[in-house]
């Protein structure tokens, strides 16, 4: 599976939008693009994942740039229970392993 | 729905003891995962069964490890015998969609 690069931190205020960047440059035309999140002593959790159009759900929305070699996730109003460390992972259609790398921590300043 | 189920939530043992972690998945769900989670390593798949069939193992580190599926509602993973490097958390995941994964929350295994 391509592999992709996220920043190792972010900070963010509380009640602010929040906009996570994960760059794919070697993503394949088959490759869907995922986010999970996972807080703190929990596993887990999905969030969100699209192939090529940008897509919305109740937590959050992932914007997928034109050539597809990036992506963001965006979430709309940031509360505390929001800190978590957020991963991007690239998966094959038809892959059913997902490869987690190191993902982004995400601290939210009350 | 009460999510993944996970036991123990936590495990103590001595090195050369086995270790039995199970797992009861999402009623409906048909794929079920395997998970460890070190600071080291990060988040590594160990195996995951489709409709209780273990379709893929490249992930188990090596003949200490084993997991079960005897059916749709149950899977066990076992370490046999246990080595310190072993500690680590274990997830156990469920899935109808394998993009849209289910976690449980961990079993948390030391290993002295």
């Known amino acids: 599976d391509a592999k992709t690069t996220q920043p190792n931190s972010m900070e963010s205020n509380e009640e602010e939008p929040v906009h996570l960047p994960c760059n794919h440059s070697t993503i394949s035309g088959t490759d869907y693009i995922h986010w999970y999140r996972q807080l703190p002593s929990q596993g887990p959790e999905y969030v969100i994942h699209g192939l090529t159009s940008n897509v919305n759900n109740r937590m959050a929305s992932l914007a997928i740039a034109e050539d597809r070699k990036s992506s963001t996730l965006i979430l709309h109003r940031a509360t505390l229970r929001d800190a978590a460390v957020y991963y991007c992972i690239l998966a094959n259609f038809g892959n059913e392993k997902l490869t987690f790398g190191t993902g982004t921590r995400l601290t939210i300043i009350p | ?112």
């Open chain 2, 1 to 112: 729905d009460a999510g993944v189920i996970q036991s123990p939530r936590h495990e103590v043992t001595e090195m050369g003891q086995e270790v039995t972690l199970r797992c009861k998945p999402i009623s409906g769900h048909d794929y079920l995962f395997w998970y460890r989670q070190t600071m080291m390593r990060g988040l590594e798949l160990l195996i995951y069964f489709n409709n209780n069939v273990p379709i893929d193992d490249s992930g188990m580190p090596e003949d200490r490890f084993s997991a079960k599926m005897p059916n749709a509602s149950f899977s066990t993973l076992k370490i046999q015998p246990s080595e310190p490097r072993d500690s680590a958390v274990y997830f156990c995941a469920s899935s109808t969609d394998p993009s849209e994964q289910y976690f449980g929350p961990g079993t948390r295994l030391t290993v002295t």
